[in-house]
């Protein structure tokens, strides 16, 4: 007879539960790095979002895993979502039975905190019959040892880009902090017209993270900071997740540079996949990833709509309604940008 799957919620701030659920998702083939229960705990912390790691158990064992995190805003609605500010989360499991009871608990704390809708961001879909969003597609590479196997695998046109940021002099360096990456961070995202997230996001996440979390940054042959990149390993990966890069970053190859940089020394730290994150179909940096030679790969985020909500959110810049705002917003002063962003960054998860 079937060992019956009881699903409970695991402690966020008890460091015994914590270690029994990053074992898990260590181990997990589905999970990722979202699912560590940190990010949840920096959600929790510095977004003031109520979190809830739910846990599948059978016979005593932990069997499956999914933390949620509940968003409640004026601005763009009542959602539950796995998991915010992340680009993989969902249903990580041993088999279909633990995932299902998953479902059903996280569909029930979702209807039970009165939220619209319950959003599963996931790598591969599980349910053909939910409504989805198919705007995202992420880029995954392996990585060989030998830096002249990566460098030829980059195409050639690219390849010669990377070649120009090493002769112009370029050089990384591994920062201790947030601060210059910061700077280059807010900068680009404020020329692009979007909100930037608080640097106290960042500082935390390199906290919570330790060795784990890392900031790169590009120098010029003057010291000059170029660009700059805070990644994230798992396993045997390393996610280059947040960038920024300066004005001048593109005529010196800067941007290309970063990249290859971090290749190498992701090796040397036993990487040997290259996550280059989520990108939008049809934009800038979808096309910049294709001609490093990374195929797309559609990323399944799912949901289940309720109270009368008809439609997927469209929380992103291509939402037609955004465009007046996002023009406006490139011509306020950064100072001012920096301090109004992080609410209603808060609010889009």
């Not at 805070?230 to 920024?244: C, K, M, N, T």
């Not at 989520?278 to 940096?285: A, D, E, I, L, V």
Request: with cysteine; hydrophobic share 40%; proline share 7%.
């Amino acid at each position: 007879m079937d060992v019956p799957i009881q699903v409970r919620p695991l402690a966020l701030h008890e460091p015994a539960q914590c270690r029994v659920w990053d074992a898990y998702v260590r181990a997990c083939p589905q999970a990722s790095f979202f699912h560590l229960s940190g990010w949840a705990r920096v959600v929790e912390q510095v977004w003031g979002h109520r979190c809830r790691l739910l846990g599948a158990w059978r016979d005593g064992h932990l069997v499956g895993v999914l933390p949620l995190a509940e968003i409640d805003s004026l601005l763009f609605g009542h959602s539950v979502c796995s998991m915010p500010f992340a680009v993989y989360g969902g249903v990580a499991a041993d088999d279909e039975q633990a995932g299902q009871a998953l479902d059903q608990a996280a569909l029930a704390w979702t209807q039970d905190r009165g939220a619209d809708s319950l959003e599963l961001r996931q790598l591969q879909a599980r349910h053909i019959d939910w409504p989805r969003q198919d705007l995202y597609v992420t880029f995954r590479k392996s990585l060989s040892v030998d830096d002249e196997t990566n460098m030829l695998a980059i195409p050639r046109k690219q390849r010669a880009m990377v070649r120009k940021g090493l002769g112009n002099g370029l050089r990384a360096q591994r920062d201790d902090d947030a601060a210059r990456f910061f700077a280059l961070f807010s900068d680009n995202v404020h020329r692009h017209g979007t909100p930037a997230m608080p640097r106290r996001w960042f500082e935390a996440l390199l906290k919570e993270f330790g060795p784990d979390a890392e900031v790169l940054t590009v120098e010029g042959p003057d010291g000059t900071p170029l660009s700059s990149v805070l990644s994230f390993y798992f396993r045997d990966e390393v996610l280059p997740y947040y960038a920024g890069d300066a004005l001048a970053a593109r005529e010196l190859a800067a941007n290309d540079f970063k990249y290859w940089a971090l290749m190498q020394h992701a090796v040397r730290r036993g990487a040997r996949l290259f996550d280059y994150g989520r990108s939008k179909q049809g934009t800038g940096p979808y096309s910049f990833k294709k001609n490093w030679g990374f195929e797309p790969q559609p990323l399944s985020y799912e949901f289940q709509l309720l109270r009368g909500q008809q439609d997927v959110p469209q929380q992103n810049p291509n939402n037609p309604k955004y465009q007046a705002l996002i023009k406006t917003w490139r011509r306020l002063p950064r100072a001012l940008v920096n301090r109004l962003g992080p609410p209603i960054v808060r609010n889009l998860g």
